[in-house]
């Protein structure tokens, strides 16, 4: 019963921050975060029952009350998906109560990325730096909570994460001059590095690419998109280290 609250309890929590975020990055495209919330499209003001997480999007038929016109199904969509990565990170991942806390908080910044990255193409660097410290944390936590690894070898094993990520990542970007990935990318490999083993790494970033590939290759073969286009491979990578985490620890018992 009590699972049965805290699981409830957390999804809201999670579609909360999904809100929140969402209209964060969202309105940075329209530069209209200064004021209250308020409709995009007829700008008037929003009360609190407009702003209740899933519910409201739901209740209102994904349409604004007052000007009737679509809202962007992305807020509905990507809070439901938050609210599911808190709840399912509380019911399955092996995490102590501290180290679930700072997980969620992981992977909100991861989330904030892949969003900000699909719909403004850039990485920010702050949220990059905060997300690094953050996995550092998680990371010295494990190893803490960890009764068969010592922290430094726990460490040891993360740092080679290192090596596949920013390695690879630096030489393309190097070598490309930064036409095919970014900066951002470069340095979003690091809080990843950090995060995940280094076999977990390696499975993130094919995860990453093949996404990539899934994607764009259509878009790019139907002319949609052309060949100097920039990929947001931020976004890719953020979901594949949230995925590629997800099974490392479900799945860590079995290697
Ligand atoms: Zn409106």
């Given at each position: 019963m009590t699972d049965a609250i805290a699981t409830f309890f957390l999804f809201w929590l999670g579609a909360g921050v999904g809100s929140f975020v969402s209209l964060k990055v969202l309105r940075s495209i329209n530069q209209?975060?200064?004021?209250?919330?308020?409709?995009?499209?007829?700008?008037h003001k929003l009360a609190w029952s407009d702003l209740v997480p899933v519910l409201s999007y739901v209740v209102l038929g994904g349409k604004c009350r007052y000007c009737r016109q679509s809202i962007s199904p992305t807020y509905g969509l990507f809070e439901i998906l938050m609210g599911c990565l808190f709840a399912l990170s509380y019911l399955y991942l092996p995490l102590s109560f501290i180290e679930l806390a700072v997980w969620l908080a992981v992977a909100t910044l991861l989330m904030s990325l892949f969003l900000t990255d699909l719909y403004c193409r850039k990485l920010p660097f702050i949220q990059i730096l905060i997300l690094t410290i953050l996995c550092s944390i998680f990371v010295v936590l494990t190893g803490v909570f960890s009764e068969q690894k010592m922290c430094t070898s726990v460490m040891i094993e993360h740092i080679f994460s290192l090596i596949p990520l920013t390695g690879l990542f630096g030489t393309v970007f190097l070598l490309t001059r930064g036409r095919l990935i970014g900066g951002g990318d470069v340095l979003l490999g690091l809080p990843i590095a950090i995060l995940l083993e280094w076999r977990w790494a390696i499975v993130a970033l094919l995860l990453a690419s093949v996404l990539a590939l899934i994607f764009y290759l259509p878009l790019f073969f139907a002319k949609?998109?052309?060949?100097?286009t920039k990929i947001p491979f931020g976004s890719f990578l953020a979901i594949a280290a949230l995925t590629s985490f997800f099974v490392m620890k479900l799945f860590v018992d079995f290697f």
């Open positions: 209209s975060t200064k004021g209250g919330s308020h409709c995009d499209k007829c700008r949609k998109i052309k060949s100097n």
